[in-house]
């Protein structure tokens, strides 16, 4: 299979302290092609990537590219070659536009930039691969899916002619995924290579040709997808069966937890992005928010959480009118929060992970007697949370940074479900994880409710929203299309609610 490959990495070995991240790895790619590379958070497969793109060098091993040995020392000696890369957790500056960072770096615009030919260029990459953003907005103003578009296109901007995307689905719509990789097969058709890591197999089945399998910084498996099923894929990825069913009672409780009536909001430009929300929330029950990145979802998560005000409208919790209350008071009421980055607003990647253990309970007298933090006590917590949440790491004293996805989204959760909170507001809590840590998490929400908490789910996730929703409320422009129950509701109505059909509209259709 290495024979002519566009891409052929060999025998490559990467260490960190204490870790061995890489493991004698072979990784060939043709051109023409989508590659899939498999393996649970920790496999190796961000590291091997990051090796193919210059930012790591490797130990051991050798890259070669069209039949050329390089020696990639700098992620621009892989631009120059054609490499580029689309990472889970975004390289954007997040005071700049959309333009400026598209183009940042490159020397090909010359000494002075034309925003004018700049922004026409984009637009174009816009329109051919549906993937549309506004050149001007700043990325702070942008949703995370937003975002992920800006990197997409700032690669093809570059002309990649190895395209490596991490994640690339994971806060699209189901049409979406499909209008993205019907792009990306135009682009293998073009001659180029596209390397695609994802945890959803079922994905994997319905695009990818080749597929490689990390477990344990190993290259354990390389399979055509006709030759393969999803039930291998998982097994090779975790190494064992996955656990069977979720197990979710019928809830029947009708105690009221949260309730809007009428809310609006604005977003961060000024302009409306709630507009008349009403809703309730039961105990023990998980309500779904279903919809296209960029309709409002952040924004209701933030209001819910005390982090956005409310234009107009009322917010009840427990009965209590908390409209005007503040993020902390809204934690001291019982609600916890599991926000969409969780390395950027959930927790504080320079801080060790003791401390981004009781960034929410620093105040209590069990951690803070009198004037000081008790460190002892701080990092018994720690321990407790690490031990019972499966969190894996090597020391406590390590910062979150250099933990995976899977990890950190599991300290988050640590802390989060360990306050014991009445409602829990979880956004995208699984995205970027492997199939492991996705059936953990979602194991953990379900155990939550079927305990009595209340979960609001922001997912644009069909199948999980599917597998974890009592009832499912569709958004678009900030509006409520339809709340459904999730024993009524279809994938085909939900994804028209979706694009802007009101669920009378649907159920006339």
């Keep these: 299979m290495s024979a002519g490959a566009t891409l052929a990495m060999r025998k490559i070995t990467k260490r960190f302290p204490g870790v061995l991240a890489n493991d004698r790895v072979d990784f060939y790619a043709q051109h023409g092609e989508i590659h899939a590379l498999l393996g649970e958070n ?24 069209r039949g050329e040995v390089v020696n990639f020392r700098a992620p621009r000696d892989a631009v120059l070659q054609g490499v580029g890369m689309v990472h889970q957790h975004f390289r954007l500056v997040r005071s700049f536009t959309v333009a400026e960072n598209i183009t940042l770096g490159m020397r090909q615009e010359g000494f002075w930039w034309r925003p004018q030919v700049v922004e026409q260029k984009i637009a174009t990459l816009a329109a051919t691969y549906g993937m549309a953003v506004e050149p001007k907005a700043k990325i702070w103003q942008l949703s995370v899916g937003e975002q992920q578009r800006v990197e997409i296109m700032k690669m093809l901007y570059r002309g990649a002619q ?39 197999l079922h994905e994997v089945m319905a695009y990818a040709d080749r597929i490689t399998v990390l477990r344990n910084g190993r290259s354990v498996a390389v399979r055509e997808k006709a030759e393969t099923s ?19 009672p019928p809830n ?48 209701l998560a933030e209001v819910v959480t005390g982090l956005r005000p409310i234009t ?16 902390r008071q809204l934690i001291d009421a019982g609600v916890g929060h599991i926000p969409e ?48 949440f499966g969190v894996k790491t090597a020391t406590l004293d390590s910062p979150v940074r250099l933990m995976s996805g899977g990890n950190l989204q599991k300290l988050l959760l640590a802390r989060e479900v360990s306050a014991g909170p009445d409602l829990i507001i979880a956004v995208y809590p699984v995205r970027g994880l492997d199939v492991a840590a996705t059936e953990y998490i979602h194991q953990l929400l379900v155990e939550q409710r079927n305990q009595g908490t209340s979960i609001l789910l922001v997912s644009e996730d069909l199948d999980e929203i599917f597998k974890l929703a009592d009832r499912v409320a569709v958004i678009f422009e900030g509006q409520i299309m339809g709340i459904l129950p999730i024993k ?18 649907v159920a006339l259709g």
């Design 42 to 65: 920790g496999a190796g497969k961000s590291t091997l990537m990051n090796i193919l793109t210059g930012l790591y060098w490797p130990d051991e091993g050798e890259i070669s590219i």
């Design 488 to 505: 009524q509701a279809n994938l085909d109505e939900v994804g028209l609610m979706m694009a802007g059909a009101r669920a009378s509209e």
């Design 252 to 299: 029947t409780n009708q105690q009221e937890i949260l309730r809007l009536e009428g809310v609006c909001a604005l977003n961060d430009r000024g302009l409306p992005s709630l507009r008349n929300v009403s809703l309730t929330v039961t105990k023990g029950e998980i309500i779904a928010f279903a919809g296209v990145a960029g309709n409002g979802q952040r924004e």
């Design 341 to 388: 980055d969780r390395k950027g607003m959930g927790l504080v990647p320079n801080m060790a992970i003791m401390e981004n253990a009781i960034l929410k309970s620093y105040r209590d007298r069990s951690v803070c007697p009198g004037y000081w933090l008790d460190h002892k006590a701080i990092r018994q917590r720690a321990e407790q949370l690490v031990t019972a």
């Design 162 to 200: 190895i395209l490596i995307l991490d994640e690339p689905t994971a806060v699209l719509t189901p049409q979406e995924v499909k209008e993205l990789f019907r792009n990306l097969r135009q682009l293998a058709e073009s001659g180029k290579t596209v390397i695609f890591i994802t945890h959803k």
């Design 312 to 327: 107009t409208g009322r917010f009840w919790l427990h009965g209590q009118d908390v409209t005007s209350c503040s993020a």
């Design 230 to 248: 999803i039930k291998e894929l998982a097994h090779l990825m975790v190494g064992r069966e996955l656990s069977p069913e979720i197990s979710k």
